[in-house]
């Protein structure tokens, strides 16, 4: 059985409140939502017993709870990655958790490759859904973009974690960017069981979603010529620079669950990365709801720059 569960804590409340209404609005369908990370007397809350900024620790209770609640598979979903589009619910619901046990995979990313995004292992045939099975040496494995993940190798992954990072670094930015080895002893037989999905491949509407496709290739391949030619003429320094203005236009992703990359928020703050990438998009709808949810932000005193997250 599979199950949703939003990774937040109580400053993001109201982020991790628009991403659950997004889902609803775009994925109808969905399977079972849970939130972790908030203290509520409802059922759809897990209650935790860890500290509030130990993200690792949190996160555990939630997957041990869902094990108990006999769940098997879950989308593990960040407060600040709502789907910015319309989902395959028939893709997420049911032919990639099928492919998650034909290919007992610990992890299937959402983000995916293509669309300006290299491979980074083997792409699979048709009847594995194109899907790329990644290297065990690739970085990233264990992203923690939005994703479906087997819970008894997640529940592993995360108690390896808390062993790995002491207090004040059990942070979701340590549990993804920690870079294990194949030879580990205890998670080498989960490192070659982890995939990508090809997102042109499994779209809602595919007629206006391979459109965006083709517009945003031809506009990426604008900027790689720009920073082609700001390193010849101006050295790397002059590029790094560019790089960092024109980032935004490589963030958005279409594919069954359509996101932008590095989310909504940064460090407490709207991620200007995402605005500017709202503000090109003309997504009348999302623009209308994101300035909604930035008024409330704003008039939330408890949101602050140093926040991390």
């Known amino acids: 059985m599979t199950g949703i569960l939003l990774s937040t804590f109580e400053p993001y409340e109201q982020v991790a409140h628009f991403t659950e209404q997004r889902i609803k609005k775009h994925w109808a369908a969905h399977p079972p939502l849970f939130f972790s990370g908030l203290v509520r ?3 759809l809350y897990f209650n935790f017993k860890s500290d509030s900024r130990n993200w690792m620790g949190v996160t555990l209770e939630a997957v041990e709870e869902m094990l108990y609640r006999r769940f098997t598979h879950v989308y593990l979903i960040l407060d600040d990655h709502p789907p910015v589009g319309a989902c395959d619910d028939i893709f997420l619901n049911e032919t990639l958790p099928a492919l998650a046990v034909k290919l007992d995979a610990v992890t299937i990313g959402l983000l995916g490759y293509g669309q300006h995004r290299d491979p980074h292992g083997v792409i699979l045939e048709k009847e594995n859904g194109f899907l790329e099975q990644c290297s065990s040496t690739a970085p990233w494995k264990f992203s923690l973009h939005p994703g479906l993940w087997k819970l008894e190798a997640l529940q592993l992954i995360l108690e390896e974690r808390l062993n790995q990072y002491g207090e004040g670094k059990r942070t979701a930015w340590n549990f993804e960017r920690h870079q294990d080895q194949p030879e580990d002893p205890i998670l080498k037989t989960l490192l070659h069981r982890c995939f990508r999905i090809s997102g ?3 779209l809602k509407e595919p007629k206006k979603m391979k459109f965006e496709i083709i517009k945003e290739g031809i506009e990426r391949f604008g900027v790689d010529l720009m920073l082609y030619l700001t390193k010849k003429r101006g050295g790397a320094p002059a590029r790094l620079e560019l790089e960092k203005k024109e980032l935004w236009r490589y963030g958005h992703y279409l ?55």
Not at 261 to 269: E, H, I, K, T, Y
Not at 298 to 309: F, M, R, T
Request: charged share 25%; hydrophobic share 30%.
């Open 41 to 43: 007397d409802q059922d």
């Open 255 to 309: 594919g069954p669950y359509p996101i932008f990359w590095s989310g909504l928020m940064q460090q407490g703050r709207p991620h200007r990365g995402f605005e500017r990438w709202l503000l090109s998009c003309g997504n009348r709808e999302l623009q209308k709801e994101w300035k909604n949810l930035k008024s409330l932000l704003e008039s939330n005193s408890s949101l602050n720059p140093d926040i991390s997250h």
């Open 200 to 202: 042109e491949h499994f």
